[in-house]
Nanobody, 125 residues
Framework: QVQLVESGGGLVQPGGSLRLSCAAS????????MGWYRQAPGKQRELVAA???????NYADSVKGRFTISRDNAKNTVYLQMNSLKPEDTAVYYC???????????????????WGQGTQVTVSS
């Protein structure tokens, strides 16, 4: 079973930056799209960025212009560069597969079938 391990979170001041990494235990080369999701306390998990196998990227309006998603198929790793962080970015961040529909992307339970442990991002002064 392919597993996902997220890392790179931490405590950062508003305006700061973090780079998250997501390592898959198997190949992600053939996966159509990968996404970064986040879940804040008391809120539903939401997709904030997605990248297709061809490298096309999509972002939620809340992070557009501040976050950059990338993938390294050779390393089976997906990254999320987060700049100009705001307190409302505080959440546990997860990566997983995604599928495109209606101009956006949504969680896909194939091929991973489960979530990693996530990485906590806290933006606070």
């Amino acid at each position: 079973q392919v597993q996902l391990v997220e890392s790179g979170g931490g405590l950062v001041q508003p305006g700061g930056s973090l780079r998250l990494s997501c390592a898959a235990s198997g190949s992600i080369f053939s996966i159509n799209a990968m996404g970064w999701y986040r879940q804040a306390p008391g809120k539903q998990r939401e997709l904030v960025a997605a990248i297709t196998s061809g490298g096309s990227t999509n972002y939620a309006d809340s992070v557009k212009g501040r976050f950059t998603i990338s993938r390294d198929n050779a390393k089976n790793t997906v990254y999320l560069q987060m700049n100009s962080l705001k307190p409302e970015d505080t959440a546990v961040y997860y990566c997983n597969a995604a599928r495109g529909a209606g101009g956006w992307f949504y969680y896909s339970d194939y091929p991973f079938g489960s979530w990693g442990q996530g990485t906590q991002v806290t933006v606070s002064s």
